[in-house]
């Protein structure tokens, strides 16, 4: 089970949104379903997602494809925005892996995925 809570940082504007727990599917989208219902998201937000705590080891392809069908069928209410992924320190490798399996979306959202938190809000912030 992955849980997880939806801050905002008014430092950076953004939502901040820690995990923890197994990754799957169900849970994943349960939180993005969170975040568009969040007072204070705005689509072309910004959004930092500390996976720091997310065990994202079994996660398999139908999994990535539910979440990514997920965020085609919301792209207008997500938008144009920018989100950084922060993962644990050594798992920046295996979190690319797992998300080059499957079919790929192209969305306007931009997502960078970092080892290290101040590299992320500054990346945000720019």
């Not at 990535?64 to 490798?93: P, T, W, Y």
């Not at 399996?101 to 192209?106: D, L």
Request: aromatic share 8%; with cysteine; hydrophobic share 45%.
């Amino acid at each position: 089970m992955m849980t997880y809570v939806i801050t905002y940082d008014a430092s950076t504007r953004a939502l901040v949104t820690k995990t923890a727990g197994r990754m799957n599917a169900r849970d994943f989208i349960a939180m993005a379903e969170d975040i568009l219902r969040h007072p204070r998201h705005v689509p072309h937000g910004k959004a930092l997602f500390d996976h720091e705590d997310l065990d994202f080891a079994g996660v398999r392809v139908e999994d990535l494809q539910q979440i990514r069908a997920f965020h085609a069928g919301h792209e207008s209410a997500i938008g144009n925005g920018k989100s950084a992924m922060l993962v644990r320190a050594g798992c920046l490798e295996r979190w690319h892996q797992l998300w080059a399996q499957g079919t790929k979306i192209k969305t306007g959202n931009v997502v960078r995925v970092f080892e290290d938190r101040a590299d992320a809000v500054r990346w945000l912030t720019e």
